[in-house]
């Protein structure tokens, strides 16, 4: 097994190799890439760890391509990539770690895989997100995932009914609404949306008479 250990380089579009010295490289190491001026990196599919603050404010970081199908996401590893876009969570993904993407101001669209069952508090805190989907068959949101938009730009959200469980803090409080495609998932304390929030609810479906929603704008649909 290999792992970057540490970037020495002046690359400015990087593609880690699937092997170094006959080894498949595994790990992304601690601080690896930190403040480099890096503007692209595509990571393969034998790399199963992100670790701690492997890209942390790498300002020039726009795009990531990540091939991997068994991954984790240790904290911090692309906070305060200010210019990140780009970036594709894959499927196979398990953990997104505390701040992971703290302060990626250009972040707008992020799509989340079923496979994640592990989430770090304020892992999208201060981003651009305006497009948030979450995969059908994930079936909790975790404490503080805390999708928190710069300026509110996130409005709107869609629950799959595989969600049974949303974490405290999951969410921004500038939502306008929120649509819930199942049944009324189970919530952990505040789920971080206001009351004057509209929750759109499949009619059919039930648990939305409970005390944890009985402030809320409640809407159904067909």
């Given at each position: 097994?290999?792992?970057?250990i540490k970037?020495?380089?002046?690359?400015?579009n990087?593609?880690i190799?699937?092997?170094?010295?006959?080894?498949?490289?595994?790990?992304?190491?601690?601080?690896?890439?930190?403040?480099?001026?890096?503007?692209?990196?595509?990571?393969?599919?034998?790399?199963?760890?992100?670790w701690?603050r492997?890209?942390?404010y790498?300002k020039?970081?726009?795009?990531?391509?990540?091939?991997?199908?068994?991954?984790?996401?240790?904290?911090?590893?692309?906070d305060g990539?200010?210019?990140?876009k780009?970036?594709n969570?894959?499927?196979g993904l398990?953990?997104?770690?505390v701040?992971?993407?703290?302060?990626?101001?250009?972040?707008?669209?992020?799509f989340i895989?079923?496979?994640v069952?592990?989430?770090?508090p304020?892992?999208?805190c201060?981003?651009?997100i305006?497009?948030?989907e979450f995969?059908d068959?994930?079936e909790?949101?975790g404490d503080y995932?805390?999708?928190w938009?710069l300026d509110?730009?996130?409005e709107s959200v869609?629950?799959?009914?595989?969600?049974?469980?949303?974490g405290?803090?999951?969410?921004d409080n500038?939502l306008?609404?929120a649509?819930?495609?199942?049944?009324a998932?189970r919530v952990?304390g505040?789920?971080g949306?206001?009351t004057?929030?509209?929750i759109r609810?499949k009619e059919?479906?039930?648990?939305?008479?409970?005390?944890?929603?009985?402030?809320?704008k409640?809407?159904?649909?067909?």
């Open positions: 097994m290999a792992s970057i970037f020495i380089g002046d690359e400015k990087v593609i190799p699937r092997k170094i010295d006959g080894y498949e490289v595994k790990r992304i190491g601690i601080s690896a890439f930190t403040a480099s001026d890096i503007e692209s990196v595509t990571i393969p599919d034998t790399v199963e760890d992100i701690d492997a890209f942390q790498c020039s970081l726009h795009t990531v391509k990540i091939k991997s199908k068994k991954l984790k996401i240790w904290d911090e590893a692309f990539c200010k210019k990140l780009n970036i969570l894959p499927s398990t953990m997104i770690g701040q992971a993407f703290f302060g990626c101001e250009s972040l707008e669209k992020i895989p079923n496979t069952y592990d989430w770090g304020e892992a999208f201060a981003t651009s305006s497009e948030l995969e068959g994930i909790a949101i995932a805390c999708f938009s509110g730009k996130l869609t629950i799959p009914a595989s969600v049974k469980e949303i405290e803090y999951s969410f500038h306008k609404e649509v819930f495609l199942g049944d998932p952990m505040n789920m949306i206001y004057d929030t509209v609810y059919g479906t039930s648990g939305w008479d409970s005390n944890t929603y009985k402030d809320y409640l809407i159904p649909y067909n």
